[in-house]
T-cell receptor, first 113, second 116 residues
């Protein structure tokens, strides 16, 4: 079945450590997105990519980095510079980077100890 | 700037009762509008979307929503709520032009609790 796979589902890290969240899609979508979800704040866009080897900052990119070396993959690194990294992270994709429906993964919950 | 407001953070309804979740948006051009549902610890699932045409749109699980341009609203309704509808609901708006980036702006979410 086509879809978006995020891993790991749960992740714990110590302060000062970088961590990478994986996002893989087999929907043949051009565009991919990373959102951060905190209680009562909805979803906020971290980074997005409309094409391989290109990506743009979203509204809360500080302390995060991404790469888009393959169409299917869009990993997110939460760096030690991110001051409050504990959150639920959602990866999404859609066709052509247009205003079409977003398809979401199941999410990854990061907890900093 | 684009924005989405869901005025109700938390709503409780009895099973079998009707439901209306409110959504107001701010956007200068023709918006694309969406409602998503999220179960705890899960990703988001699309309930319905409005791009153009009939302002009353039908979605999955018996949900519908009505686009009212004059009120900048896109409220979600269901005539009879089931216990399995308990979840968090998000309204979202996307730009309606070819030059957009495909980003969606999400509201803060409304948590629905269903009483037996």
């Amino acid at each position: 079945d086509g879809g978006i796979t995020q891993s790991p589902k749960y992740l714990f890290r110590k302060e000062g450590q970088n961590v990478t969240l994986s996002c893989e899609q087999n929907l043949n979508h051009d565009a991919m997105y990373w959102y951060r979800q905190d209680p009562g704040q909805g979803l906020r866009l971290i980074y997005y990519s409309q094409i391989v080897n290109d990506f743009q900052k979203g509204d809360i990119a500080e302390g995060y980095s991404v790469s888009r070396e393959k169409k299917e993959s869009f990993p997110l690194t939460v760096t030690s510079a991110q001051k409050n990294p504990t959150a639920f992270y959602l990866c999404a994709s859609n066709m052509q980077g247009g205003a079409g429906e977003l398809f979401f993964g199941e999410g990854s919950r990061l907890t900093v100890l | 700037a684009q924005s989405v407001t869901q005025p109700d953070i938390h709503i409780t309804v009895s099973e079998g009762a009707s439901l209306e979740l409110r959504c107001n948006y701010s956007y200068g051009a023709t918006p694309y509008l969406f409602w998503y549902v999220q179960s705890p610890g899960q990703g988001l699932q699309l309930l319905l979307k409005y791009f153009s045409g009939d302002t009353l749109v039908q979605g999955i699980k018996g949900f519908e929503a009505e686009f009212k341009r004059s009120q900048s609203s896109f409220n979600l309704r269901k005539p009879s709520v089931h216990w399995s509808d308990a979840a968090e609901y998000f309204c979202a708006v996307g730009a309606g032009s070819s030059s957009n980036t495909g980003k969606l702006i999400f509201g803060q979410g409304t948590t629905l609790q269903v009483k037996p």
